[in-house]
C-alpha cells in the first residue's frame, strides 16, 4: 500500500477486531480461532498457522472502503493463502449463510401457502441461492483449479484469468432486490422484529458479498495476472505465489541499474534511456549486462514481471 497500513503486524489482535468487528469473519475464514488474550496479530498467526501477511492484506483491504486498484502489492500476500480463505468463503455463504438467512425468513413472513407474497419471496430467495451455488461453485472448479495448476507451474493456452474477470458479475445485486421488495411490499405487522432482524442479515450479506468480489478483483485477479507472466517469461512461481525477490548470493542491484530496468521495461531504447539518464549508450549497454547477469533473466518480459513484483514500476506504466 501506498501509506502506512490501517493494521500491522504488531498490534494486538484483540484491538483489530475491537476498531472493525467484520474482521470476525476474516479470521474465520482464514481458519483463526477465539481467545487469544494480548498476542499480537503476529503471534496469532505464527501459533494457529496462518501466513500473516495475507491475512493483514485482506484485513486492511476489507477495512479500506475505496479498495483502490494498485494500492496493495502482490509481494504482501501469498497468492494460495488468498485462494484458501475464498474458498472458506465460498463455503461459509453455501453451508451457512444464506441457509440461515432462508430459516430465519420463513419464520418472519406468513408462509402458510395463503399469503401469495411471501410465497413468491420465498421463490425468489431460491432462485437467488440457486444463482449464486452456480456462481462460487464455478469458481471453485474451474478459476480457483486453474490457479492451483498455475501455481505448479501450470500454464494454459486455453484460459486466462482476464477470461474470467472479462464475465465476473457482483451475486450480490439480487439480494439487494429482494431486500427492497421486502421493505416496500411486505407489510409484515406481526412478525415485525423477526423481520427486521432478518433484513439486518439480508443487508450484512449484501455488503460482505460485495466486497468479496472486491477481493477477486482487485487481489486475486492481479496477481494471478503476475504469475500467468512470470510462467510466460520462464519464471517459476515459489510455493507462495510469489517470485523470490532475491536468490541466494545474488548480487544487490544498484539505484542506477534500477533506474534502467524502469526505463527498459517502459519501452525505451538503449538510446532514450541514455539520453533521459545522461549516460552514454555503452554505460547503458554495460548496465543492462550487469543487470542481466546479476538476476539471471535477459528477456524483456522476465524483467517486466522483477519490476512489477519488486514495485519498480506500476502496472499502469507499461504494456503486458
Known amino acids: 500500500m501506498a501509506d502506512r497500513p490501517r493494521y500491522q503486524a504488531t498490534d494486538k489482535m484483540s484491538a483489530l477486531i475491537s476498531d472493525n468487528y467484520s474482521l470476525l469473519m476474516v479470521m474465520s475464514r482464514f481458519g483463526l480461532s477465539l481467545g487469544f488474550g494480548d498476542r499480537t496479530v503476529a503471534e496469532v498467526c505464527e501459533e494457529q498457522g496462518v501466513h500473516c501477511p495475507t491475512f493483514l492484506t485482506v484485513a486492511n483491504f476489507i477495512s479500506d472502503a475505496q479498495h ?116 416496500k411490499y411486505y407489510p409484515g405487522k406481526d412478525n415485525y422484529n423477526l423481520l427486521n432482524a432478518v433484513l439486518f442479515d439480508i443487508y450484512n ?59 527498459v521495461v517502459k519501452g525505451l531504447t538503449n538510446k532514450e534511456i541514455a539520453d533521459a539518464l545522461c549516460l552514454s549508450i555503452h554505460t547503458v549497454i554495460t548496465h543492462r549486462r550487469n543487470i542481466a547477469r546479476k538476476l539471471q533473466i535477459h528477456s524483456p518480459a522476465g524483467l517486466t514481471i522483477y519490476a512489477i513484483v519488486n514495485k519498480l514500476v506500476e502496472l499502469s506504466e507499461i504494456k503486458l
Not at 82 to 92: R, V
Not at 148 to 176: C, M, P, R, W
Not at 227 to 243: D, F, M, V, Y
Open 205 to 263: 450479506c449484501e455488503q460482505d458479498l460485495a466486497t468479496h468480489c472486491d477481493v477477486e478483483d482487485y487481489l486475486l485477479v492481479p496477481a494471478v495476472s503476475v504469475l500467468e507472466h512470470q510462467l510466460q517469461a520462464g519464471i517459476k512461481p515459489s510455493k507462495g505465489g510469489k517470485t523470490a525477490e532475491k536468490e541466494e548470493g545474488q548480487e544487490a542491484l544498484s539505484q542506477r541499474e534500477k533506474e534502467i530496468i524502469s526505463c
Open 68 to 183: 483502490k486498484v494498485g494500492d496493495y502489492s502482490y509481494k504482501d500476500y501469498s497468492l494460495s493463502a488468498l485462494l484458501d480463505y475464498l474458498k472458506q468463503a465460498h463455503s461459509y455463504y453455501l453451508n451457512f449463510s444464506l441457509p440461515s438467512i432462508r430459516r430465519k425468513l420463513i419464520e418472519s413472513i406468513d408462509y402458510s401457502g395463503t399469503n401469495e407474497i411471501a410465497t413468491l419471496i420465498l421463490k425468489f430467495f431460491d432462485e437467488y441461492v440457486r444463482e449464486v451455488r452456480r456462481h462460487m461453485e464455478f469458481e471453485n472448479r474451474s478459476v480457483f483449479t486453474y490457479v492451483e495448476k498455475l501455481l505448479e507451474g501450470e500454464a494454459s493456452d486455453t484460459y486466462d484469468i482476464a477470461t474470467f474477470a472479462s464475465k465476473h458479475n457482483q451475486v450480490n445485486s439480487k439480494l439487494s432486490e429482494l431486500k427492497n421488495i421486502i421493505v
